[in-house]
């Protein structure tokens, strides 16, 4: 079965600092990669997807995420952070119909 | 277009008593799912469906029951409820498996 992990429960990064979340699956197939953020009390919301295409994938809000084969990575980052992003990341993988995996999330503070 | 909608925002219920939660799309996707978030663990899978007339399980389906009479709706059943399911849930739909997935904002419930 495959699974997501997500490295770090909670990240913690200063304004105008780089954003670096990580996520590694497991899989046996070719996956459908996605990255979502979740603001408070909000539903999931398409950060970005790997569908494969480019290996180098732009979401929205300057996010964008790298697959990696050999890896089995695909980290989230961003090149400077701003207050906004403050919210939950999770990673998924989805390998059929039926089997969409979400990672536990990783909660992203941003200080001033 | 209002996307998902949810109702209720809301819900307490006492060990062994049923409701519906309910779904509701005007995007004309086909693929809709149900999830469970539950603090520590991602989203989890429920129940899906490819189409009006055809649902399938997910990850988590013991104790729900859908159902998928029309294109705009998708409805979730708890039978019994149980403190197990205390939980918040959304709904989710796409126009298909591997489009993206717009969520509704979500139903926290309480099983006391």
């Known amino acids: 079965a495959q699974s997501v992990t997500q490295l770090g429960s909670h990240v913690s990064v200063s304004e105008g600092a780089l954003v670096l979340l990580r996520c590694n699956y497991s899989s046996s197939v070719p996956p459908y990669l996605f990255w979502y953020v979740q603001y408070p009390n909000q539903g999931l919301q398409l950060l970005l997807k790997?569908?494969?295409?480019?290996?180098l994938v732009k979401g929205i809000n300057g996010f964008e995420a790298e697959f990696k084969k050999s890896e089995t990575s695909f980290h989230l980052t961003k090149p400077s952070a701003h207050m906004s992003d403050a919210a939950e990341y999770f990673c998924a993988v989805r390998t059929s119909q039926n089997d969409m995996r979400f990672g536990a999330g990783t909660r992203l503070t941003v200080k001033p | 277009n209002a996307g998902v909608t949810q109702t209720p925002k809301f819900q307490v219920l006492k060990t062994g008593q049923s409701m519906t939660l309910q779904c509701a799309q005007d995007m004309n996707h086909e693929y809709m799912s149900w999830y469970r978030q539950d603090p520590g663990m991602g989203l989890r899978l429920i129940h899906y469906?490819?189409?009006?007339?055809?649902?399938d399980q997910g990850e988590v389906p013991n104790g729900y029951n859908v159902s998928r009479s029309t294109t705009e709706d998708f409805p979730l059943r708890l039978l019994s409820a149980a403190p197990s399911q205390t939980s918040v849930y959304f709904c989710?739909?796409?126009?298909?498996?591997?489009?993206?997935?717009?969520f509704g904002p979500g139903t926290r419930l309480t099983v006391l």
């Open positions: 989710a739909s796409s126009y298909s498996v591997t489009d993206t997935q717009y």
């Open positions: 469906s490819v189409g009006a007339g055809i649902t």
């Open positions: 790997y569908t494969s295409a480019a290996t």
